[in-house]
T-cell receptor
Framework: SQQGEEDPQALSIQEGENATMNCSYK?????LQWYRQNSGRGLVHLIL?????REKHSGRLRVTLDTSKKSSSLLITASRAADTASYFC???????????FGRGTSLIVHP | DAGITQSPRHKVTETGTPVTLRCHQT?????MYWYRQDPEHGLRLIHY???????DKGEVSDGYSVSRSKTEDFLLTLESATSSQTSVYFC?????????????FGPGTRLTVL
């Protein structure tokens, strides 16, 4: 069963625009991760944010975490066609170190 | 995908036949995982390993078994394949627990059970 659920399920934007994806989860977490999956490939780790952190940046990526609302967002600024992929959030909670993945957001960036 | 290979990459088999998928890593990571990915369910954990000969069940382990005799190899076996096991299977590895458990994924195996 999914712990994290991404929203929206699909997102279509033009190159240069910003893309925002959200992840909501149900129980307290140790950390939350975001992954990217290009079509036909394995998942690639993007960023990890710990439960005591509120915001992290990595290049054009910005992740926020609001533990009071049990939600996270991934912002991709100045999107490129190469950002077209599915994006997944994954949460680890309780005594488990194994992340549980959501169903993902499919992002299409039109050139 | 660097450091993790899966074989075969594609396989078509018939219901009732045994199937073994192999995951091989060159990173010397302690933890290895098998997931299946389906459009309606997303990515789900089948089995995982926390060391040589140390394995445990995940969310959807029924119909699957695993073995890990060496650090670098993690095998997933479908003893008697069923059509419901048609899926894309991913192997993943990680080297840390707790707050730093980033996973690295293999390229996947597409399995079709007729």
């Amino acid at each position: 069963s999914q712990q994290g659920e991404e929203d929206p399920q699909a997102l279509s934007i033009q190159e240069g625009e910003n893309a925002t994806m959200n992840c909501s989860y149900k129980t307290s977490i140790n950390n939350l991760q975001w992954y990217r999956q290009n079509s036909g490939r394995g998942l690639v780790h993007l960023i990890l944010i710990r439960s005591n952190e509120r915001e992290k940046h990595s290049g054009r990526l910005r992740v926020t975490l609001d533990t009071s609302k049990k939600s996270s967002s991934l912002l991709i600024t100045a999107s490129r066609a190469a950002d077209t992929a599915s994006y997944f959030c994954a949460t680890a909670s309780g005594g488990s170190y194994i992340p549980t993945f959501g169903r993902g957001t499919s992002l299409i960036v039109h050139p | 995908d660097a450091g993790i290979t899966q074989s075969p990459r594609h396989k078509v088999t018939e219901t009732g036949t045994p199937v073994t998928l192999r995951c091989h890593q060159t990173e010397n990571h302690r933890y290895m995982y098998w997931y299946r990915q389906d459009p309606e369910h997303g990515l789900r954990l089948i089995h995982y390993s926390y060391g040589v000969k140390d394995t445990d069940k995940g969310e959807v382990s029924d119909g699957y078994s695993v073995s890990r005799s060496k650090t670098e190899d993690f095998l997933l076996t479908l003893e008697s394949a069923t059509s419901s096991q048609t899926s894309v299977y991913f192997c993943a590895i990680s080297d840390r627990t707790g707050a730093g458990n980033e996973q690295f994924f293999g390229p996947g195996t597409r399995l079709t059970v007729l």
